[in-house]
T-cell receptor
């Protein structure tokens, strides 16, 4: 069964304190791995797509990496405005009739204190 | 502004009421989705429409009834709901790579409709 597990559930950082969020996955052939950011009271916002092991993507203080079993979202020198819930999702290659729908993890709630 | 608009933002209804959630996308996408988001749970896919045809019903109870009159609009009709149906209902849209092919995983979400069932 395709599955996504994110850790930790919650992470509290001081401003400027770098850290990483983890997304472990099992999927019958990975078509893509996706990171989203969700602010309170809003819908998720797309951040990155990763397609193959070794791939990296960067956006401002965020860098996403991918291996065959997991993805990391590295946050360098975070600021309070980076506080949000970060969601990871996978899309399976062998999607059959399911149109390659995303399987989401529960998310990591990040709080950055000034 | 994501290009996906949901109304209403908040809805309180009794178990015997009938109400509808509305979603509109201005992105020219051909795929639209309904997701349910509950506390401490992953996003749950409910329905998928591709080119106005329903391609996924993820074992959703019949008290939830979707409608997709065109590629830009999606509705979720609600009737005789249960308190456990209280949640944030999210609409999303995406590109589709062609009929019978996969949707891109880059979804554009609306801000959601917060539903409370009394």
């Amino acid at each position: 069964e395709d599955q996504v597990t994110q850790s930790p559930e919650a992470l509290r950082l001081q401003e400027g304190e770098s850290s990483s969020l983890n997304c472990s996955y099992t999927v019958s052939g990975l078509r893509g791995l996706f990171w989203y950011r969700q602010d309170p009271g809003k819908g998720p916002e797309f951040l990155f797509t990763l397609y193959s092991a070794g791939e990296e993507k960067e956006k401002e203080r965020l860098k996403a990496t991918l291996t065959k079993k997991e993805s990391f979202l590295h946050i360098t020198a975070p600021k309070p405005e980076d506080s949000a819930t970060y969601l990871c999702a996978v899309q399976a290659m062998n999607y059959g009739g399911s149109q390659g729908n995303l399987i989401f993890g529960k998310g990591t709630k990040l709080s950055v204190k000034p | 502004e994501t290009g996906v608009t949901q109304t209403p933002r908040h809805l309180v209804m009794g178990m015997t009421n009938k109400k509808s959630l509305k979603c509109e996308q201005h992105l020219g996408h051909n795929a639209m989705y309904w997701y349910k988001q509950s506390a401490k749970k992953p996003l749950e896919l409910m329905f998928v429409y591709n080119f106005k045809e329903q391609t996924e019903n993820n074992s959703v109870p019949s008290r939830f009834s979707p409608e997709c009159p065109n590629s830009s609009h999606l509705f979720l009709h609600l009737h005789t709901l249960q308190p456990e149906d209280s949640a944030l209902y999210l609409c999303a849209s995406s590109r589709n790579e062609g009929r019978g092919r996969a949707n891109t995983g880059e979804l554009f979400f609306g801000e959601g409709s917060r539903l409370t069932v009394l």
